[in-house]
């Protein structure tokens, strides 16, 4: 049996659990009553998440003694809106729940972000649990305590931090995720070994086709090592005014991409090409050796993610850029690498650099 991992996130005036194993969600119930002395509790899913694995957290929560409630919201990120917020309210405030009935989220960030954010706003705030199903809410969406949803106008608008009372991990529901999905959260994986461990980096040079072949015993020692390094930078950065910025390492050009291609490049397939054009640009800059550059493509390479093909008009990528939300002060702050497992934010870029390392995709 692969052992409990723990990772504690303590923030002032709130510490919590991730924990992560095979087979927890059975648990889940249990883990919970050890927090909450609450009769009821809500789930909130979406409609891709499969039975089994929603009628197994029901089925644990009610041993723990707690009278569950379902609420399914359709899956997708268009659905990730006001308008389904209301919905959930619609459905749960008729529950008579109290300050004291946590919710669940049972799903990948769309649901995590979205219950979060019911979490944080029913009844003034009640205790939130992330139960996170794809790689991606593992290793990134259900850490840090940002919840929200989209507008019209942008992505993520409307939110607020809300933190979890506990983050419960079982590897064994990525068994059922599509392999696209898979992909996507190895791009996050490898973007953080890349601004913060140099040791890791190179375990995913041995190990990372591992995950593909969805190695429950690897993924488990994965999520862990993920989810410790998002944690220590969220912990020293709470509220996104410092360090956290290096998490958006391969996200300047990658939210330009995404959002160029209408979404037809996924957010990892985008990460993991701006993640080659931000490493393009430290070579240019100096800041990184061709033969750390090659390292970084081959890894992305074995992930089953994109380095190059980019069929986007090139211009329209580095205009977009100039809109993007990290512009400060006119001009575009970049993440780049120190050499690998290292992260500088730079304000000083050529723009002829950055076409050049956008050129570079194609
Ligand atoms: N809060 C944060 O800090 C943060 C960080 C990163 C991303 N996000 C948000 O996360 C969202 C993306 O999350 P995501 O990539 O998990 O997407 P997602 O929630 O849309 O899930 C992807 C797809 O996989 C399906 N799915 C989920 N788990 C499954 C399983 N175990 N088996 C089969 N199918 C499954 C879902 O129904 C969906 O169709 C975005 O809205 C993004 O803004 C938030
Ligand atoms: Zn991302």
Same mark, same amino acid.
């Given at each position: 049996m692969t052992a409990e991992r723990t990772i504690r996130v303590s923030l002032q005036g709130h510490a919590y659990d991730i924990t992560v194993r095979p087979g927890l969600h059975a648990d889940a119930g249990a883990k919970l009553r050890a927090l909450s002395k609450a009769a009821k509790a809500v789930v909130i899913t979406d409609s891709n998440i499969p039975a089994a694995t929603v009628s197994a957290m029901v089925t644990s929560l009610a041993a723990a003694g707690f009278a569950a409630t379902v609420a399914t919201?359709?899956?997708? %990120? %268009?659905? *990730?809106?006001? %308008?389904?917020?209301? *919905?959930?309210? +619609?459905?749960?405030? !008729?529950?008579?729940? +109290?300050?004291?009935? !946590?919710?669940? =989220?049972?799903?990948?960030?769309?649901?995590? +972000?979205?219950?979060?954010?019911?979490? =944080?706003?029913?009844?003034?705030?009640?205790?939130?649990?992330?139960? !996170?199903?794809?790689l991606l809410s593992m290793v990134d969406a259900s850490v840090g305590g940002k919840t929200g949803v989209n507008h019209t106008v942008g992505k993520n608008l409307i939110g607020a931090f809300h933190q979890p009372i506990a983050v419960l991990v079982d590897p064994n529901v990525l068994k059922t995720l599509p392999q696209r999905e898979l992909r996507g959260g190895l791009a996050e994986c490898i973007k953080h070994d890349l601004i913060r461990d140099a040791e890791g980096f190179a375990n995913l040079e041995k190990d990372i086709g591992r995950a593909l072949a969805v190695d429950i015993k690897y993924l488990t020692e994965l999520v862990a090592h993920n989810v410790a390094i998002k944690a220590r930078v969220v912990e020293a950065d709470p509220f996104e005014r410092g360090e956290r910025a290096h998490l958006n390492f391969g996200h300047t050009f990658g939210h330009a991409i995404e959002s160029i291609s209408k979404y037809s490049y996924s957010h990892g397939e985008s990460v993991a090409l701006g993640m080659v054009a931000a490493t393009r640009l430290g070579v240019l800059l100096d800041l990184l050796s061709e033969a750390d550059e090659r390292r970084i493509r081959n890894v992305i390479t074995a992930a089953g993610l994109p380095i190059d093909g980019l069929k986007l008009d090139r211009n329209q990528v580095v205009d977009s850029m100039a809109f993007d939300k990290k512009v400060a002060g006119g001009k575009i702050r970049f993440v780049l690498l120190d050499g690998i497992g290292k992260a500088v934010v730079r304000d000083d870029v050529p723009v002829a650099l950055v076409r050049e390392a956008v050129e570079s995709l194609v």
């Open positions: 919201v359709p899956a997708g %990120e %268009e659905h *990730k809106s006001v %308008e389904h917020v209301l *919905k959930l309210y +619609d459905q749960i405030l !008729p529950l008579r729940i +109290d300050r004291h009935t !946590p919710i669940v =989220a049972l799903g990948g960030g769309v649901i995590g +972000d979205m219950t979060g954010f019911v979490a =944080a706003t029913i009844l003034r705030g009640v205790p939130f649990v992330q139960c !996170p199903t794809t």
